[in-house]
């Protein structure tokens, strides 16, 4: 694929907003220290992709999903997280986009079980910097503009409709009775997160539903897992639980059409 060609393919267009982000966020918090965890974290991805890649004999490498993860990675990792702990989590993403798989796609968001395993495991701060949050307020329109370029080019409107509208309805039920910490959810940087993750994570292809339908039951189980989870124990690993719920259901549903597939047989005549 030529690189004209692949800049204006759906997972071009995401990396270029991603890069986007992170030259923006950097410029913003005068520091290029989340720019060297950019260029760690795609490098580690990149190169373990490509060495599984050769491994499972693929005839064809192009580690655009790497490089997403990767950035991903980087932006919502704190920027004062050692190198380890990028270099690790990175690891740990791309293991289990090669481990857990079905049908040769990985079952889970490759960046989400990431961050969620390094939270559990290394502690690891996770402040979403590449969203915006520590930036002026009116940032948040460049979020939403890139946000929207890549939703819109990968064909994700119905399951970003969907979650914002579940997560938010489901927030201001719980602030009308009074559940959980729901004004800090409706502010920076919650409120950036939530953006970034409904438009950039959330829509993953490989991870998610293409039919319509598919992909509201989709966003509306994801918001209701992880409303539930931030409900009970605050905190931002919410959006990971959720996402990954969502990941299960669609593994499960596309698991469950194979196997109806394969038993019809041809009526013989």
Known sequence: ?????????????????????????????????????????????????????????????????????????????????????????????????????????????????????????FQSQQSWWGAFGDLPSWTVVLLLIGGYAATNRINKFPQVFSFLATYFLLLFAMLYTHIGDVPDALLPPFINATLFFAFLMLTDPPTSPAKVKDQIIFGILTAAVGTVVYALFGGLMYFFIGLLAGNLFHYLKTRSSFSASKQVRPIQG
Not at 22 to 43: F, Q, Y
Not at 95 to 103: A, Q, Y
Request: glycine share 6%; proline share 3%.
């Open 1 to 121: 694929m030529a690189a004209n060609q692949w800049i204006k393919s759906p997972k071009g267009y995401v990396v270029f907003i991603m890069v986007a982000f992170l030259v923006i966020a950097s410029i913003g918090s005068h520091s290029i220290k989340g720019i060297e965890h950019g260029v760690v974290a795609v490098g580690v991805c990149v190169a373990l992709d490509i060495i599984f890649c050769l491994f499972e004999k693929r005839k064809r490498i192009v580690p655009d999903g790497a490089i997403i993860t990767g950035l991903i990675i980087s932006l919502i990792l704190s920027v004062t997280s050692s190198w380890l702990i990028v270099v690790a989590t990175s690891i740990i993403s791309i293991l289990s986009k090669h481990i857990l798989v079905h049908r040769k796609k990985p079952i889970f968001n490759p960046a989400v079980l990431g961050l969620l395993l390094s939270i559990l495991i």
